[in-house]
């Protein structure tokens, strides 16, 4: 922590949003860097074997980073809405 007001004011200006209706919309993005954090590692491996093996997803292409990024998070999307989201209910139901 440091200990100088204006490092503070700074640090602190960072982390709150000067719009405050913004801050449900990074909600929603910051509940699937979870699932894809667990996604895209599996999802690489994949498009590294398509294009070993059939040249598809040619890794120089920036076309390839983009179809990744949304593969990525369209995946995260549906393991986050139709896992974690069920399962934290259920043991939050389960629990109380």
């Known amino acids: 922590m440091c200990k100088h007001s204006a490092c503070n004011g700074l640090f602190s200006g960072m982390v709150t949003s000067p719009l405050p209706h913004c801050g449900k919309s990074w909600a929603a993005f910051g ?19 398509l294009f070993k093996r059939y040249a598809f997803f040619n890794p120089d292409q920036p076309a390839t980073l983009i179809a990744f990024v949304i593969s990525t998070y369209a995946l995260a999307y549906l393991t986050y809405r139709f896992f974690e989201l069920p399962a934290k209910n259920y043991l939050r139901d389960w629990l109380t």
């Open 31 to 49: 509940d699937l860097t979870y699932a894809s954090y667990l996604i895209h590692f599996p999802l690489q491996i994949v498009m590294h074997g």
